[in-house]
């Protein structure tokens, strides 16, 4: 069996909206209350969340972004690249790997609001990460990218954009 496959059959992941695969593993059973979080929140949200998510061969995370900053940390297969795009329109590329002579780094920060996408750099491969999101998160705080709305926003990713969307 693939070991991809094997990934996903033990640890039971299943389809991601943003593509590849997900579980969620920890999810904080202490509260955040909504007047003690940031006006962006709209309810409680949990202290801490994070999930297993694991891109196979070819498959992408679509530009999302989310209300939360998220950390990704390596676990398996091959590095990873990450594409942010900040809230003021500057693009950066960061690898997500254990390669220090390839530049790679073992845990990335994704800072709140701002578009980012990734994909395995060995296409013939697999990458397995785990998402860190705190304050935790909710499917309230997440917004998948819309290809013309991105390409209007920022024309000079138009080639990465429509890579990275659906």
Not at 103 to 117: D, G, L, R, S
Request: glycine residues 6%; proline residues 4%.
């Amino acid at each position: 069996m693939k070991k991809s496959k094997q990934w996903i059959s033990s640890l039971n992941l299943k389809p991601h909206p943003e593509g590849g695969y997900f579980k969620e593993v920890y999810r904080s059973d202490e509260i955040i209350n909504n007047t003690s979080l940031d006006t962006r929140y709209l309810g409680i949200r949990s202290i801490s969340t994070s999930i297993y998510f694991l891109l196979d061969g070819n498959q992408f995370s679509a530009f999302h972004k989310i209300k939360s900053d998220e950390l990704w940390h390596f676990y398996d297969g091959s590095a990873i690249k990450i594409y942010i795009i900040s809230e003021d329109g500057n693009l950066v590329v960061k690898k997500l790997g254990i390669n220090l002579e390839e530049n790679e780094v073992p845990q990335i920060v994704i800072p709140k609001n701002h578009w980012f996408a990734a994909e395995p750099i060995d296409k013939d491969s697999f990458s397995l990460v785990g998402c860190t999101v705190a304050p935790g998160f909710d499917f309230n705080d997440f917004e998948l990218g819309k290809k013309k709305d991105l390409i209007n926003k920022y024309p000079e990713y138009k080639e990465i954009i429509k890579k990275f969307t659906r």
